[in-house]
């Protein structure tokens, strides 16, 4: 339905006006203007449309809005499991390059201790 103005909006957006005009100011919206514009759209939409809101109407918001949140965070634990499983992989492969690592360095390390014998025996 399209707003109706009313008589008491005029009154307020023309006080609004006056008082940008005696500062010689263009009218610029402010956050007191909003306010008492959402006041007056709001007033106006209750005694346009009454309120058809029974309790059982409201249990069925709550419920689709808890179900939707509820929707929401399952899509959430979704990602969070798909990021797990994803990190997991990567840590297996980190972890068997550093067995790798380790078991190199402990094979360079032999091989250094034998040429300091080498060394040693025959340097």
């Not at 029974?54 to 969070?80: C, G, I, N, W």
């Not at 997991?88 to 360095?105: V, Y």
Request: charged share 35%; glycine share 0%.
């Amino acid at each position: 339905q399209p707003m109706t103005q009313t008589p008491e909006m005029d009154r307020a957006l023309e006080k609004m006006l006056l008082k940008d005009l005696r500062r010689q100011q263009p009218m610029t919206q402010t956050p007191e203007m909003d306010r008492a514009l959402e006041k007056m759209l709001l007033k106006d939409l209750r005694r346009q449309q009454p309120m058809t809101q029974t309790p059982s109407d409201h249990k069925s918001d709550v419920v689709s809005s808890m179900a939707s949140r509820l929707s929401k965070l399952e899509d959430q634990l979704k990602q969070y499991r798909n990021e797990i499983t994803k990190r997991d992989k990567i840590a297996s492969k980190l972890n068997i390059e550093i067995s790798m690592l380790r078991s190199h360095n402990k094979s360079l390390k032999k091989h250094i201790h034998q040429m300091e014998t080498f060394l040693n025996d025959y340097g």
